[in-house]
Each structure stands twice: as C-alpha cells, then as structure tokens.
C-alpha cells in the first residue's frame, strides 16, 4: 500500500487532461494530497499548494506521485531529477506510467540509499486467466467513450458514490493507473498482455450477489485507433448488463489524432450494444454522461437537453448534477428484473 500523505508531481504537464492522474487523486482522494509540485512550463493546475520537495517532507508527504499521463506513458527524462531528489529526501516514489522507476539507475541508486520503494503500480502482479466468457452471478455497470480522456472513471465513481448513499452493494473496479492509485487496487490492463486482457476484467468482476453492482471504468474507446483494444477486453471481459455512454462535447477530433473525428454519440451507442451483445444480448445503454467542464452553465445545460431529446436517454454531467438520474436507471433494471450477468 502507497503510504500517504502525497505529494503530487505534474512535471511539465502541457495541458490539464495531462495531468489526469493527480487531478484524479486530488478530486476523489483529496485527503491524500498535501500539494502539488510542477516543473518550469506546466499547464496544469490542480489547485493544491505549491511546493519544493523541501516544502512537502516539512508537510509530512510520505510519496511523490508522478501525477501526469502524457501520450506512450513515458517517465520524461526532464523528470529524472526531481524524482531523485525525492527519494534522497526520503520519500517513495509512485508512478502508473510504462516504463519502469525500477529501470532508471540513478533514481534506483538514490531508493537504496535512502531505504525508499520505487512503486510501479502498472506492474500487473496476477496471473490472469484467458476469458471464458460464460455467464457470471451480479451485475455490471461499463461506461464508454467517444474518446479517451471524456469523464469515463468520474461517471463510474460518482455512480458508485451515489449507489452506496442508497444503501445500494456498488463496487468501483479500476482498469487503470488514476484508479488504482485512488482506489488501492484493481487491473493495470494497457499493460497486461494482450491474450489475457478480457480475463483479467473476468478475474476483477467475479460472481457476485444477485443485486451488487460492478462499475467497471472505462478505458480508451472502440473508435480510437490508438487504443480500441482495451475497451474491447473491457467490453468482452465485463460482460456488462448496462452501458453508459461518455461524452465531452467540444472536441472536434480524437485525443492525439487530428486526422480522426469524433464519432457521434448514436454511432458509439450502435457500436457498443452490437459489441457486447456478443457475450451478453440482454445489454442496454442506460444513460449518457457528459463532460461539460469546457462549457459555462448555461451553454452546458442546453448541450445536456438537446443530447437527451435527440437520444431519449438520461444526460447528465456527473460533476454538475451527481449521479442520480443513472443510478435510477440501473435501479430501474434491477426492478423489472433482468436477468443478471
């Protein structure tokens, strides 16, 4: 278990969807999180105290948190020496990226010096099984995306959120490293090998009480050249009884590809049934969650009323209204008796 409180690092992070992963900690875990550390020519700003290294051991942080999420997962050799700096000072150093703070020399030599870990939490650590695809007791809950990056993990904490208030059996089931980080447990799957991908969200979303929800985070999504082979394992692996599709309207192409346009809200809806329908055909989009952070209040209320008029599903934003109205759908489900898994 990662020792807390943090520090978390942005780097140079060049926008604040780069900086994902602290922004992530800092929204869901904010007791975790005693500052932020950036480097010259950082965007991003997760509103916490700005802080040396110095500053945050005299705060108490235990671990430095590699806060940023750039395009490959890279730990940026402009990094290096702040993260050494680090681990001289005492701390642990966390990181979700792929390649590994145990394959950097120097950064090893100051953890050994000091008595500090190196903690790699996208190092899958399960021997997972191939998928099965058979039928499994509970019911799941995946929220997809016309894009990366598009509120997929805020939707599912927020349901789950909203699920537990209830007094609802919710489980949040994490895919990727801001998850896992949040969370302390759950599936690095960009990083397990391909022909056990779905096997691992199997293995992550057992058998389970006839009324106990998973809400499985969403990763990538299946028109994204990039990455579609994660939401793929997600959506054979997880098996879902429920989709919920995830939306940030002011994009005007792929995350990282500006040759790629966005699909539209009805072709991910279409995709995705015809795709999950192939392990499960009772599968239904429940509601739709889009991000409006982009959006001012009223220009971001009249995008949530024309999407559900035009797709007759509840729309919401999860950080403006709450997770209410999706919840109510999946309550829905359970009462008209659908059959589980």
Same mark, same amino acid.
């Given at each position: 278990m990662l020792k807390t409180p943090y520090l978390l690092f942005l780097g140079d992070a060049p926008d604040q969807l780069a900086a994902k992963v602290a922004q992530g900690i800092r929204d869901w875990r904010p007791e975790f999180a005693v500052g932020q550390l950036r480097l010259e020519g950082c965007r991003a700003d997760v509103k916490l105290p700005d802080m040396t290294i110095a500053d945050a051991r005299g705060a108490g942080a235990q671990t430095l948190v590699v806060g940023a999420a750039n395009r490959g997962g890279v730990i940026s050799k402009a990094w290096v020496r702040t993260l050494v700096e680090a681990a001289e000072t005492g701390m642990d150093?966390?990181?979700g990226l792929h390649n590994r703070l145990s394959d950097i020399p120097e950064l090893v030599a100051a953890a050994e010096r000091s008595g500090t870990r190196l903690l790699d939490v996208r190092l899958p650590t399960v021997s997972y099984p191939i998928a099965d695809g058979k039928p499994r007791t509970g019911k799941r809950c995946l929220a997809v995306g016309t894009d990366c990056s598009v509120g997929k993990m805020y939707t599912a904490l927020a349901m789950e959120r909203e699920m537990r208030a209830r007094g609802m059996k919710a489980t949040f089931r994490a895919t990727g490293q801001t998850g896992i980080l949040i969370t302390g447990s759950g599936v690095p799957l960009d990083a397990v090998v391909a022909d056990f991908m779905a096997g691992s969200i199997e293995w992550l979303t057992p058998d389970n009480d006839a009324d106990h929800w998973d809400l499985i985070e969403g990763q990538g999504s299946l028109f994204h050249p990039s990455y579609s082979g994660v939401t793929m394992a997600l959506v054979h692996g997880g098996r879902p009884d429920a989709l919920v599709l995830c939306h940030e309207p002011t994009r005007t192409h792929m995350r990282g590809l500006p040759h790629y346009r966005l699909p539209s809200l009805e072709a991910l809806r279409d995709l995705a049934l015809v795709s999950a329908r192939i392990v499960n055909p009772d599968v239904e989009v429940c509601g739709i969650a889009v991000n409006?952070?982009?959006?001012?209040?009223?220009?971001? &209320?009249?995008? $949530?009323? *024309?999407i559900?008029? &035009?797709?007759? $599903?509840? *729309?919401?934003d999860p950080?403006?209204?709450g997770a209410a109205r999706l919840v109510?759908?999946?309550?829905g489900r359970l009462v008209s008796g659908a059959a589980p898994g």
């Amino acid at each position: 278990m990662l020792k807390t409180p943090y520090l978390l690092f942005l780097g140079d992070a060049p926008d604040q969807l780069a900086a994902k992963v602290a922004q992530g900690i800092r929204d869901w875990r904010p007791e975790f999180a005693v500052g932020q550390l950036r480097l010259e020519g950082c965007r991003a700003d997760v509103k916490l105290p700005d802080m040396t290294i110095a500053d945050a051991r005299g705060a108490g942080a235990q671990t430095l948190v590699v806060g940023a999420a750039n395009r490959g997962g890279v730990i940026s050799k402009a990094w290096v020496r702040t993260l050494v700096e680090a681990a001289e000072t005492g701390m642990d150093i966390a990181s979700g990226l792929h390649n590994r703070l145990s394959d950097i020399p120097e950064l090893v030599a100051a953890a050994e010096r000091s008595g500090t870990r190196l903690l790699d939490v996208r190092l899958p650590t399960v021997s997972y099984p191939i998928a099965d695809g058979k039928p499994r007791t509970g019911k799941r809950c995946l929220a997809v995306g016309t894009d990366c990056s598009v509120g997929k993990m805020y939707t599912a904490l927020a349901m789950e959120r909203e699920m537990r208030a209830r007094g609802m059996k919710a489980t949040f089931r994490a895919t990727g490293q801001t998850g896992i980080l949040i969370t302390g447990s759950g599936v690095p799957l960009d990083a397990v090998v391909a022909d056990f991908m779905a096997g691992s969200i199997e293995w992550l979303t057992p058998d389970n009480d006839a009324d106990h929800w998973d809400l499985i985070e969403g990763q990538g999504s299946l028109f994204h050249p990039s990455y579609s082979g994660v939401t793929m394992a997600l959506v054979h692996g997880g098996r879902p009884d429920a989709l919920v599709l995830c939306h940030e309207p002011t994009r005007t192409h792929m995350r990282g590809l500006p040759h790629y346009r966005l699909p539209s809200l009805e072709a991910l809806r279409d995709l995705a049934l015809v795709s999950a329908r192939i392990v499960n055909p009772d599968v239904e989009v429940c509601g739709i969650a889009v991000n409006t952070v982009a959006l001012g209040e009223k220009d971001a &209320r009249a995008c $949530l009323e *024309t999407i559900e008029e &035009r797709m007759g $599903l509840p *729309t919401v934003d999860p950080l403006r209204d709450g997770a209410a109205r999706l919840v109510d759908a999946l309550a829905g489900r359970l009462v008209s008796g659908a059959a589980p898994g």
